[in-house]
């Protein structure tokens, strides 16, 4: 069984049969650029796409228009999940309300584990809006907001790095779940490379919401490309040809 080193101590992985209700893992996109979107999406299995205030911004488009550019690109299925700006009770759960109202089904709110935070996330679990708690930095607060109803919890793997063993912090965050029979699912995010990625896919994560960037390394291998060449070259020696079949 793959384990994650801790600083501290040995963290083990999610065992198979712990991992209730959970095929296969979700595969999101964190990022606004439309056209980035639609190429991923033709590419792979995308399960739908997460932002947050910075992202749009850079994305150097009103916020409603960007949110709607995406919301407009992804099918029925595919999930939305847009973050809050205001910081207090009452304002993020006026936001919240009108994410939620966005589209009529697969539209999620992610709303940060601060105090306001945690919260809004219990009196959205009770007015039906769905949630991802985000800017989770410990097991404890992803704990926490997934106890006050959180349908997703986000915590940041590499930004979690500069503090304590990011990836061996959501595997913890995980086990807790686990252990306690909780419904929601880890979304991690914050990921510098594709190795980062690869390691909690071992370890059982639920869903990734991974950058553009980062995404091409997990299938761009030049390694690949190489052997592709080299097949191309033995049998255009071979046959004069580089298809299968001749004419």
């Not at 992804?74 to 939620?100: H, N």
């Not at 071992?202 to 030049?222: C, F, L, R, W």
Request: charged content about 20%; some cysteine; proline content about 4%.
């Amino acid at each position: 069984m793959k384990m994650v080193q801790n600083s501290h101590q040995d963290i083990q992985t999610v065992k198979p049969d712990q991992a209730k209700e959970k095929n296969i893992m979700e595969f999101m996109l964190d990022t606004a650029d439309t056209k980035a979107i639609k190429d991923l999406d033709t590419l792979l299995s995308i399960d739908g796409v997460t932002t947050n205030p910075t992202i749009i911004t850079k994305s150097g488009k009103d916020p409603e228009q960007a949110i709607a550019d995406i919301i407009s690109i992804l099918r029925p299925e595919q999930k939305m999940f847009v973050q809050v700006v205001s910081t207090d009770y009452d304002g993020i759960m006026a936001e919240a309300r009108k994410i939620s109202a966005l589209r009529p089904e697969n539209m999620y709110v992610k709303i940060p584990v601060t105090r306001a935070g945690l919260m809004a996330i219990k009196q959205c679990a009770k007015e039906g809006i769905h949630t991802l708690a985000t800017a989770i930095y410990s097991a404890a607060e992803g704990y926490l907001a997934a106890a006050n109803g959180a349908d997703y919890l986000a915590p940041y793997v590499n930004r979690i790095c500069n503090y304590t063993n990011g990836l061996a912090e959501v595997v913890r965050l995980l086990n807790m779940l686990s252990a306690n029979n909780m419904k929601a699912r880890v979304i991690a995010a914050s990921f510098k490379n594709a190795n980062q990625v690869n390691e909690l896919i071992e370890n059982g994560i639920q869903a990734v919401t991974v950058a553009p960037d980062v995404v091409t390394q997990m299938y761009n291998h030049p390694a690949t490309e190489l052997a592709v060449e080299e097949f191309t070259e033995n049998w255009d020696k071979a046959y004069g040809r580089k298809t299968l079949f001749g004419e």
